[in-house]
Structures are given as structure tokens and as C-alpha cells.
């Protein structure tokens, strides 16, 4: 998981992942959040690159002034791994979940 990753529409997912890697992401999204939220507006983003053995699967974004969102990793057929990925960017007001 790697996050402010700065990346944006411009970058091809098939520039960074290595194959037999799945990659999930969510770009800066200086538009969504209201204005003066961004102090420094060129940061942001959420990165998670899993390896394709272990059945990664989108599993839900949050709907919160975040990036943040969560992949469903299997490396068994009985167990299920949930990760999550988040970037918050730097605010004077307190995150509210």
C-alpha cells in the first residue's frame, strides 16, 4: 500500500505494476473536496498493488474526505484478508467518519 502516490488520469496503470499484480488506486481528487481542503494541491492518492495468487477484489470505497478505499485479498478459499488504503489530506478541519 503506498499512499500520496501524486498520480493522476495521465498515468497508466501498466507503468508501474510489475505482472502477476493487481493494482487498485485512487488518484488526487483536488475537484472533489471543497475549496481550501487542499493546502498543497499537487498530493494525494492511494496505491495497493496485490499479487494476482491471492484473488484480490475491489471491496468498497468510503464515503468520507478521504481517498480511501479497501480490497478483499484470498489466499485460501476459506479465509479473506480485508486491507485498506486511505489519504487524507492535510486540513484545518477534524476528519468525520
Not at 503506498?2 to 497508466?12: A, G, I, K, L
Not at 498543497?40 to 468520507?64: N, Q, T, W
Request: hydrophobic letters at 35%; aromatic letters at 14%; proline letters at 6%.
Amino acid at each position: 500500500m503506498v499512499s500520496e502516490t501524486w498520480f493522476d488520469r495521465d498515468v497508466q496503470d501498466t507503468e508501474f505494476t510489475p505482472e502477476g499484480y493487481t493494482s487498485f488506486r485512487i488518484d488526487r481528487r483536488i475537484d472533489y473536496y471543497s475549496s481550501g481542503t487542499y493546502k498543497v494541491s499537487g498530493r494525494g492518492g492511494v496505491l495497493i498493488l496485490a499479487k494476482d495468487m491471492l484473488h484480490p477484489v475491489r471491496y468498497m470505497d468510503a464515503e468520507v474526505d478521504a481517498e480511501i478505499f479497501w480490497v478483499s485479498l484470498s489466499p485460501h478459499p476459506r479465509i479473506y484478508l480485508i486491507i485498506g488504503g486511505c489519504y487524507r489530506p492535510e486540513t484545518d478541519e477534524p476528519l468525520i467518519l
